[in-house]
């Protein structure tokens, strides 16, 4: 069994590679390199790093050859592997408290119910991992290949708390490991899920105090509310956050912001976009998220998209040739938390071009509850029951995000066609950057 789970079945070659010289084919499998074994996709590519390398290669008949190689130091042989990551997936120990694929409706498809708590995840794809997962052997080998930035979901640094918030009785001591990759110099992204009355107030005064200690390694630390959509029964019982809320939490962040800035010369720390706009604030200025490091976290995305926007619209406007495209009407469908962004946006493009109409459309998430107000949460059946019969223009515009990644499919298995014919109106898919905004709006 073990033997077999070695074997790292070739999906396809690349054209014109070291891998199509040695007439490689889809269908064999690297057993070796040098002698020794892969466990994963961070293996393969360590391994290759040399000038001179053996492969073992089983062809797909069961014939074994060994392949003396000499190539550049760095150079990739070309080989695309059946599973990305040439390993199975790592899934969650831990029933946090706030975990929201627990809060997911039944009868959506088998993928979206698994929990994943990966480390490598957090490089290849950027996801945050708890740590709790991680065996010595994983940790040294993030220190040994010096794989970073590693994104922690810290939560707390009060052990007994992280504990009882990610319901394992081990999730204090993964504390330490935090310690031992800041030691080793490995670059970590943090996050804060905060939930009220748990870990938020002082418990969060003493996480950002106790993290900042991590400086310069530890880059960023993010704190965003916790998700709760309307499937809760039998979870633990949370509240969402409201106005007064917000505002003692940015409060609290922004005293840190201060702190890190006169020390450290970095902000550190930033409260999400939804914690702003719960709160009835201004976003903060562009300087004040330290880069944008945690733009997936929904941590300063208004502010960038506003920045890319308006200045993609003056560009336009000194650009004699935007004037010839034809007037129409269009609709940007969106999430609630993004809508009155989108609304502003658009008003100060029909300001400069009165020709166009543009329509923002929020959706309310019937699907998960009225609480969950991003795109990315939006299903094909709210957009359709919401939008039907509604004069929606020559174009409706969806952000990139309600899609499943690489494919033309919403999270509710409907997949883009579907929409279009349900609703009976062309759609164009909006990239996340001001500037796609603007040309999707010009229909360029």
């Known amino acids: 069994m073990k033997k077999e789970k070695m074997k790292h079945i070739i999906q396809a070659i690349e054209p014109g590679s070291i891998a199509e010289e040695l007439e490689l084919e889809p269908g064999d499998a690297l057993l070796t390199i040098n002698g020794e074994t892969m466990e994963d996709v961070f293996d393969y590519h360590y391994m290759i790093n040399d000038s001179n390398l053996i492969v073992l290669i089983e062809k797909a008949g069961g014939e074994q050859w060994e392949l003396e190689i000499e190539k550049d130091y760095s150079e990739d042989l070309g080989i695309v592997f059946e599973n990305g990551l040439m390993d199975d997936y790592k899934s969650c120990t831990n029933k946090c408290i706030f975990c929201f694929i627990d809060q997911m409706p039944p009868g959506m498809r088998e993928t979206l119910y698994f929990k994943d708590d990966d480390s490598r995840l957090s490089f290849l794809q950027g996801n945050y991992i708890t740590l709790t997962n991680m065996k010595d052997k994983d940790l040294d080998r993030i220190i040994k290949y010096h794989l970073a930035p590693i994104n922690i979901s810290v939560h707390t640094t009060n052990p007994l708390l992280r504990q009882k918030m990610l319901h394992n009785r081990f999730a204090g001591e993964a504390l330490e490991k935090i310690k031992k990759l800041y030691d080793h110099g490995i670059e970590m992204n943090g996050q804060v899920v905060l939930c009220k009355g748990v870990n938020d107030g002082a418990e969060l005064e003493r996480t950002i105090s106790d993290l900042a200690g991590y400086l310069p390694y530890m880059e960023s630390l993010s704190v965003v509310p916790v998700g709760l959509s309307k499937y809760r029964e039998g979870l633990y019982p949370l509240e969402p956050f409201t106005r007064e809320d917000a505002r003692e939490t940015i409060a609290i962040i922004e005293k840190w912001q201060e702190i890190c800035m006169e020390k450290h010369g970095c902000h550190f720390v930033q409260a999400s976009d939804e914690f702003y706009l719960t709160a009835e604030l201004p976003i903060p200025e562009e ?91 939006i299903t094909a059946q709210d957009l359709v029951a919401q939008l039907k019969d509604k004069d929606l223009g020559g174009r409706l515009l969806l952000p990139t995000n309600m899609l499943r990644m690489g494919e033309d499919v919403f999270l509710d298995d409907w997949t883009l066609d579907e929409v279009e014919k349900a609703l009976q109106v062309h759609i164009d898919i909006v990239k996340s950057s001001g500037q796609d905004l603007l040309d999707a709006i010009f229909g360029v």
């Open 287 to 377: 300087e004040r998220y330290d880069g944008y490091l945690q733009l997936e976290n929904g941590v300063g995305m208004i502010r960038l998209l506003k920045t890319e926007f308006t200045d993609a619209l003056e560009e336009a406007k000194k650009n004699p040739e935007t004037k010839h495209y034809s007037a129409q009407r269009v609709t940007l469908a969106t999430g609630k938390l993004a809508a009155p962004l989108l609304m502003e946006l658009a008003e100060a493009f029909m300001e400069a071009y009165p020709q166009y109409e543009v329509v923002v459309a929020p959706i309310r998430n019937d699907f998960f509850g009225e609480r969950i107000t991003v795109s990315g949460l």
